[in-house]
């Protein structure tokens, strides 16, 4: 049958043309309203612009066609196939397209609202600022999909593959996706807003700066997920598995995180004003077997706005042989030292230059520092220093029954013994830590400070030299630097009291 032949017959009524083959017509700006395309072949057809509403193309093959602009609300088109189909800008509000294949379908700013896509194929396709609002894609296949600024507000999301997809700056909130597969998904500032992500699968999703606010991600995978920034305000995070989520800066205000498992994901850089959370889960499997608890409000002693750091202040302007040798000493320390995940941020000014090592607990600290200092001349001063303060602190804990951190104080001591037993292997092993000691920077005077997350500092280092003259490190010898090394050691240990302010601040995870 001709196109023109179908035209005469359903301008006298006729609306049955099943099975009808049409591949490579064009049908553009037709009116075919109401009309039975059923089992039809339609690929490669043009319907650019035409009205197809509330017709049956149910099981019609549709693949390569042009569709764009065609009015096809409250069409059938269940278990179509429109793979490669253009429908930029289509009307499917309302259509039937349970478990029709759409892949790698183009459907840029096409309205799908209400439409009913459950366990339809729309992998790889691109649905770029599409309206889904309301829309029923339980089950749906929509893995590496492109729905970037789309709206599925209130849409039915329940148990649909979502891997690699991007929904970044879509509007999700109120959606149901339950049981959904979002591994690797992009949703980075997405509003999820009330959205149900209960048993939801986010492992190594982006959601940085995503919008959460009263989400229910309860017994959700977010494992590797990044969630810098997310907005997770009153979100039910009940036993969501968080391990190794990234979640600096996410607020977590009135949320709860009861039963959540946290095996090492930081507890610093949040909001948690609020927050409900009886006890977590901090074992490597999430298998229950270490149980961290609270009492009433004591959970706001675990998470904490504040990041532990170490600051090496060094009293000279970083050269570029220095920058080149220090880079190469850090990463031969990492390769030794684990608890050294990323390399130090660097502030370099015309006199100062300050190298900043975050770490994840507050009992690494001391540790940590007496192995980063390594490159430095000031080392062998520093590490000494750090070995009286360790004294000073087991000492008290033995003079004072009452002081009740006696198991804080030995994990203490054997990292610090770690330390020491790494610091005896590394140096004289590592050519780059010797090359970088030898360079006129690392012999400048420093400046070694802790801040735990208590927001509480402790200086553990200071040369006497520091910050007291102006000196052209270049054009001095090593034997002036030797001289100022030897002057280090005149430095006098904080008290007692600022040493145990400083620990007591600490938030120790008890097993």
């Not at 507890?267 to 298998?287: A, H, N, Q, Y």
């Not at 001095?476 to 620990?503: C, G, H, K």
Request: proline share 2%; aromatic share 6%.
């Amino acid at each position: 049958m001709t196109v023109e032949e179908l035209l005469e017959q359903y301008a006298a009524g006729v609306l049955d043309f099943n099975g009808i083959d049409l591949a490579e017509a064009n049908l553009s700006g037709v009116k075919l309203s109401g009309v039975n395309l059923s089992n039809a072949n339609l690929s490669i057809v043009n319907l650019s612009g035409a009205n197809l509403s509330e017709a049956n193309l149910s099981n019609a093959k549709l693949n390569v066609a042009r569709l764009s602009g065609a009015n096809l609300c409250s069409a059938i088109l269940n278990n179509a196939s429109l793979n490669v189909a253009n429908l930029i800008r289509a009307d499917l509000s309302r259509a039937q397209l349970r478990g029709a294949t759409l892949i790698r379908a183009e459907l840029i700013r096409a309205d799908l609202s209400r439409a009913d896509l459950s366990e339809a194929d729309l992998t790889s396709a691109d649905l770029r600022e599409a309206t889904l609002r309301q829309a029923n894609l339980r089950q749906a296949n929509l893995s590496e999909a492109v729905l970037r600024g789309s709206s599925l507000t209130g849409a039915n999301l329940e148990m649909a593959k979502l891997n690699a997809t991007d929904l970044s700056r879509s509007d999700v909130s109120g959606a149901n996706l339950r049981d959904a597969e979002l591994r690797q998904a992009n949703l980075s500032h997405t509003n999820l807003s009330g959205a149900d992500l209960s048993g939801a699968n986010l492992r190594w999703a982006d959601l940085s700066g995503a919008k959460l606010s009263g989400a229910n991600l309860i017994g959700a995978d977010l494992s590797n997920a990044n969630l810098t920034n997310t907005v997770l305000i009153h979100a039910d995070l009940t036993q969501a598995k968080l391990i190794r989520a990234e979640w600096i800066g996410a607020d977590l205000t009135g949320a709860t995180l009861t039963g959540a498992k946290l095996y090492a994901t930081s507890r610093f850089g949040l909001k948690t004003e609020g927050m409900i959370c009886e006890w977590v889960d901090l074992s490597p499997k999430g298998d229950h077997s270490i149980i961290q608890k609270f009492h009433l409000e004591d959970s706001g002693d675990f998470f904490n706005e504040t990041p532990p750091t170490i600051r090496i202040i060094v009293d000279a302007a970083l050269e570029h042989d220095a920058n080149f040798a220090l880079a190469g000493a850090y990463y031969q320390i990492a390769q030794e030292h684990r608890r050294l995940k990323q390399p130090p941020s660097i502030e370099s000014g015309r006199r100062r230059t300050v190298f900043t090592f975050h770490v994840d607990s507050d009992e690494v600290l001391f540790s940590t520092a007496y192995i980063m200092i390594l490159p430095f001349l000031d080392a062998a001063s520093t590490q000494k220093n750090i070995s009286s303060m360790l004294e000073m602190i087991n000492s008290e804990v033995v003079a004072n029954q009452d002081f009740k951190l006696p198991q804080m104080v030995k994990q203490l001591n054997i990292l610090v013994e770690q330390a020491m037993s790494q610091a005896t292997t590394i140096k004289p092993m590592k050519k780059n830590i010797e090359v970088a000691a030898k360079l006129n920077f690392c012999k400048a005077p420093t400046q070694i400070v802790l801040t735990n997350s208590s927001a509480h500092t402790l200086i553990v280092h200071d040369n006497p030299n520091f910050g007291k003259r102006f000196i052209n490190r270049s054009a001095l010898n090593a034997s002036a630097y030797d001289d100022i090394s030897s002057e280090s050691t005149q430095y006098r240990l904080p008290s007692l009291n600022m040493v145990m302010d400083f620990v007591k601040g600490f938030h120790y995870i008890s097993h």
